[in-house]
């Protein structure tokens, strides 16, 4: 089992921005697309942004132009940058690999967007 340590999280206002960080405890993560999920209350889980080991990013419709993912691989770290937040966007989100490996998720970072 990898562990996965999403932070940066938070409150901020409508049209604010936020970036997350999700960090993996070992280099199985160079080797695997990964994505980024949230869960917002009462809701299913849905995956948001994905990337390829190579970088090529892909985007639900609901945050495409607003969200962009990121990878470093030498430093086992994903990042997805959250611009022109909406209340709509508020969730628990979560990293994983692209398909997720269900043993792999972790606690995940809660954003909240409000006025």
């Known amino acids: 089992q990898v562990q996965l340590v999403e932070s940066g999280g938070g409150l901020v206002q409508p049209g604010g921005s936020l970036r997350l960080s999700c960090a993996a405890s070992?280099?199985?993560?160079?080797?695997?697309?990964m994505g980024w999920y949230r869960q917002a209350p009462g809701k299913e889980r849905e995956l948001i942004a994905r990337?390829?080991?190579?970088?090529?990013?892909g985007y639900a419709d609901s945050v495409k132009g607003r969200f962009t993912i990121s990878r470093d691989n030498a430093k086992n770290t994903v990042y997805l940058q959250m611009n022109s937040l909406k209340p709509e966007d508020t969730a628990v989100y979560y990293c994983?690999?692209?398909?997720?490996?269900?043993?792999?998720w972790g606690q995940g970072t809660q954003v909240t967007v409000s006025s």
């Open positions: 994983n690999s692209y398909p997720p490996i269900q043993a792999n």
């Open positions: 070992e280099s199985f993560f160079s080797i695997r697309a």
């Open positions: 990337i390829t080991t190579s970088g090529s990013p």
